[in-house]
């Protein structure tokens, strides 16, 4: 049908609208699209340049070298190594069972080890460097690098890895380290990035963990190129960390290696301390274990045997084994009446071999008993009741608080893990903790350091050094940190009446160098070394009433747990006090046979800087003394009988 002139008009009139309007919106979306280039290729250009460096180049952590630590004579006791180690990277081995065949052929490869391994190559990234062997000598080094063609994606390196060349010594001061653990990420809010590199180490125990801060130093940088799938294919720039800082303790090494000697055969814990400034010299608890054992991995062969140990090798006795003090307590109760004024020096106490307090009888342990003793008499000879009727005039309140006074019942702060506290009881104490009143007969007991009372090693050390010196002495074990010394500022004097500290010297004197004195047998002869001392037994098991009726059996007729602990603590020399030394001998039986002849020669060895004369001793020791002297010159290394450096 043919349509008129104006209808095709209008039609031609509505294409031409519709062909603007669609170009008009191509227009505009060709016009938005270039805005839109133009923004990303010029406004945003840096961003993306940034994004795509981001992509291209990663920021990589280098771990710093971890501070060392030394004795106060500048010997090594923690030293970082080279440590070679042989690592693969499966996307270069191609075939990892059998580059493992032929490594194994050249090196010693634990098969139970060597499984782990390649679980973990089959779980890693292809790229990555999985390490097989750690800690592997020079020679195998030089055994892989020869047969490298032969063995496709297997690489030598070398790392720092930590070592203590003291080993056992000093076990229970330094520490160990070992690999981070999510244990030990879980534990820090915000954990430092270089915790999470592979197979870093940190402080676990002691010195090496309570002083981690200072000694793991500051993570360096390096910016690598990788490419799409993350390996690394260069690297552009690298900024290096700060190493950790390095300590210097207050304990001679040389000393130590004695000590640790002296202790062979014993679970036992010597302590000595500078009277003059708190410096602790020797802190060793014996038996002790070997800690390079632990820094990559310790077997079940070799932990097994230090944790089931009735011995308790991995625990640190010197501070975190309590003990009742027993008869070295006694000072205490002493200083406790004397301070209130309730005795006097030239007052006397009679000792039929027991007391009977509130319808209960307490014995001395000496059965016959003393007779009349006044204060010196009944420290020469230990007498008990002594202190029971002491006891009853001073009450518990005022012995705790002596005790506070010198260093009992308090954690003192050192550079060691798990430093105990001890107790000095109360009534309150005794309310809180047990829901019990306090009875008098608790208060008898504790007068002679038995019942609820307990004390560290270390703390029966300060103790005797505030006895010896009459100050407020503090226990100290970091002497400098990068050479530069601790705060070590004067040491204020006790608040204490002089006189009556003088009168607990001269006692203590008296123990060790009359001859009615318990500790007689243990003597320094050498005028200018002369000895002060307090023996004491700690009593582990309650000995019934028909027992003490048929005889109390000896402590060589029990079993070893069963008997008394063995304690003693000194100083020397008795006219200028240098040192004072706590000596603790678990099951050792009396203090007077098993603690205080350690002490002695532990005391002679310090003062004399080495082996003493033996014109020291009483003559009808100095035979056993030299033999003893060359055995023990046996057990040390050559490095610490010359006080040289194993580094």
Not at 122 to 135: E, G, N
Not at 238 to 243: A, H, K, V
Not at 432 to 438: E, I, K, S, T, V
Request: proline residues 5%; glycine residues 8%; hydrophobic residues 40%.
């Amino acid at each position: 049908m043919r349509r008129n002139r104006a209808e095709n008009d209008a039609s031609h009139t509505r294409l031409t609208r519709r062909a603007a309007l669609l170009g008009g919106a191509q227009l505009l979306f060709m016009g938005g699209l270039a805005a839109r280039m133009r923004y990303l290729q010029v406004d945003q250009a840096d961003q993306f340049r940034l994004l795509a460096e981001e992509n291209r180049i990663n920021i990589r952590l280098i771990p710093p070298a971890r501070g060392e630590i030394f004795d106060r004579n500048g010997i090594r006791l923690a030293q970082n190594v080279p440590s070679y180690r042989i690592v693969m990277v499966r996307e270069d081995a191609g075939d990892v069972d059998m580059v493992m065949d032929r490594l194994a052929a050249i090196i010693t490869l634990d098969p139970e080890a060597r499984e782990r391994v390649v679980a973990e190559i089959k779980r890693s990234a292809p790229f990555l460097p999985v390490t097989i062997v750690d800690d592997v000598s020079w020679d195998d080094v030089s055994r892989v690098s020869v047969n490298a063609p032969a063995l496709p994606g297997i690489t030598p390196e070398v790392g720092l890895t930590r070592v203590y060349p003291r080993g056992p010594d000093f076990a229970h001061v330094v520490g160990r380290v070992g690999r981070v653990s999510q244990a030990d990420l879980d534990a820090l809010e915000d954990p430092d990035q270089v915790l999470r590199i592979p197979r870093f180490q940190i402080g676990k125990i002691n010195v090496e963990a309570r002083e981690e801060g200072l000694l793991r130093g500051t993570a360096g940088t390096k910016q690598v190129e990788v490419n799409a799938t993350g390996r690394v294919m260069r690297e552009l720039a690298r900024r290096e960390g700060e190493s950790g800082k390095d300590l210097q303790l207050t304990v001679d090494a040389k000393l130590q290696s004695y000590v640790q000697a002296r202790l062979t055969g014993e679970s036992a814990a010597v302590v000595m301390i500078d009277c003059q400034n708190g410096d602790l010299v020797s802190l060793a608890s014996a038996p002790s274990y070997d800690p390079n054992l632990f820094i990559g991995g310790i077997s079940s062969k070799d932990y097994n045997p230090l944790l089931n140990s009735i011995y308790r090798p991995l625990v640190n006795k010197t501070v975190q084994g309590t003990y009742p003090p027993g008869s070295t307590f006694k000072m205490m109760t002493a200083m406790a009446a004397l301070e209130a004024g309730l005795i006097g020096p030239d007052e006397t106490v009679y000792c039929p071999g027991h007391l009977d307090v509130a319808g209960r009888r307490f014995h001395c342990w000496k059965r016959a008993g003393h007779g009349w003793v006044d204060l010196e008499t009944s420290l020469k000879q230990s007498c008990d009741v002594y202190y029971y009727d002491l006891a009853l005039k001073v009450g518990i309140e005022n012995i705790s608080a002596m005790a506070n006074s010198f260093g009992l019942g308090i954690k003192h702060e050192l550079a060691l893990s798990s430093v105990a506290a001890g107790l000095t009881p109360t009534k309150a104490w005794k309310k809180a903790n047990r829901g019990a009143d306090w009875v008098i007969g608790d208060t008898v007991n504790s007068s002679i350091g038995q019942g609820f009372m307990l004390a560290s090693p270390l703390q029966l050390a300060v103790m005797t050094a505030r006895i010896a010196s009459g100050r407020e002495i503090i226990p100290r074990l970091i002497k400098s940190v990068d050479g530069v010394e601790t705060d070590n500022a004067e040491i204020p004097l006790l608040s204490m009446n002089d006189n009556n500290l003088r009168k607990m010297r001269r006692a203590m004197y008296e123990v060790v160098n009359d001859r009615r004195g318990t500790a007689y047998r243990s003597r320094i002869i050498a005028e200018d070394m002369r000895m002060a001392g307090k023996t004491g037994t700690s009593q582990v098991r309650n000995i019934t009433t028909a027992e003490r009726a048929r005889g109390v059996t000896s402590n060589n007729d029990l079993p070893w747990e069963r008997r008394d602990h063995a304690l003693f603590v000194s100083f020397a020399p008795y006219d200028n006090p240098r040192f004072a030394v706590s000596v603790l001998v678990e099951h050792g039986g009396g203090g007077s046979t098993a603690a205080a002849p350690i002490a002695r020669d532990v005391l002679l060895q310090a003062l004399a800087g080495g082996d003493p004369p033996l014109e020291a001793y009483p003559a009808g020791d100095r035979d056993r003394i030299q033999e003893q002297q060359e055995k023990l010159r046996a057990l040390q290394p050559q490095a610490a009988l010359d006080g040289k450096d194993q580094a």
